[in-house]
């Protein structure tokens, strides 16, 4: 059956989860739009509930599961941008804590304070996925990893990565545990350049906000450490940041 109603509820129940933040937490599932980001969902082992795709748009291989054909005005309500392939799916999220977590003896980890814009965790979750980041934190998080945003700007890197949430005393309390070296990223003099820190061994580099940057809570926690630059300019876009930080971890790793 064709649904071709705004009015349908299945319908009424995507809009709802692709926009109420707390909707979507409650009901422990959220939305994939895109060809290339359900297939990493799939491939990565997340649960498919059910899929909307409308034929004339569509031009992949059905996936297994449920599925609701719509008309193209249902999919262009329900499609959260432009050309998405004619595909969204809904999945079971996942809720892993922090603790679950085995570091390898070389484990680097970005950890990120604060976060706010769904955009940025986006970029960061490409940047640490390209760089074979072990592990992304989300320290104090105040946007979710299955926010449409974060899903869309991490290309559904998301789903390939070890993502976890946490407050600021249960990272600390991990980090210490696992024998990491924490370098954090305060503006100071004390700081040391990036290019000296030893990735080799086990890392994990903190990052605030880009209004107000790392809070007090990790002051003497760690190594100050910063990026050198060469021009006038003496901070960086945080996504940017992370992938300069994320590039140089690998590149000592494959020496």
């Keep these: 059956m064709l649904i071709e109603s705004f009015q349908n509820e299945k319908i009424k129940n995507v809009t709802k989860l692709l926009t109420d933040n707390r909707f979507r937490k409650k009901s422990k599932v959220f939305v994939v739009e895109g060809q290339q980001e359900n297939e990493r969902a799939m491939q990565y082992d997340f649960e498919p509930l059910e899929f909307f795709i409308c034929e004339n748009i569509f031009k992949g291989t059905l996936p297994n599961g449920r599925i609701h054909y719509v008309s193209e005005k249902v999919y262009e309500k329900i499609a959260y941008r432009g050309s998405s392939e004619g595909i969204i799916g809904i999945y079971n999220a996942k809720e892993t804590p922090l603790s679950s977590f085995v570091p390898k003896e070389n484990s680097t980890v970005i950890i990120v304070e604060g976060v706010e814009k769904p955009g940025n965790l986006g970029a960061i979750l490409r940047s640490c996925e390209a760089f074979g980041i072990d592990a992304l934190i989300v320290a104090e ?96 876009n945080l996504s940017n940041a992370v992938a300069i930080t994320c590039y140089e971890s690998l590149k000592q790793k494959k020496g």
């Excluded at 980090?175 to 954090?184: A, P, R």
């Excluded at 990026?227 to 960086?236: E, R, V």
């Design 141 to 236: 998080g105040k946007t979710d990893f299955y926010n449409p945003n974060v899903i869309r700007s991490s290309v559904g890197c998301l789903f390939g990565m070890e993502v976890y949430q946490a407050e600021n005393e249960e990272t600390l309390e991990f980090l210490q545990k696992n024998s990491f070296n924490i370098y954090t990223t305060l503006m100071d003099e004390s700081a040391e350049d990036l290019y000296k820190r030893d990735f080799t061994q086990r890392s994990a580099v903190l990052f605030g906000t880009e209004h107000s940057g790392l809070s007090d809570f990790w002051i003497g926690k760690g190594k100050n450490t910063l990026i050198p630059m060469a021009g006038s300019i003496d901070s960086l």
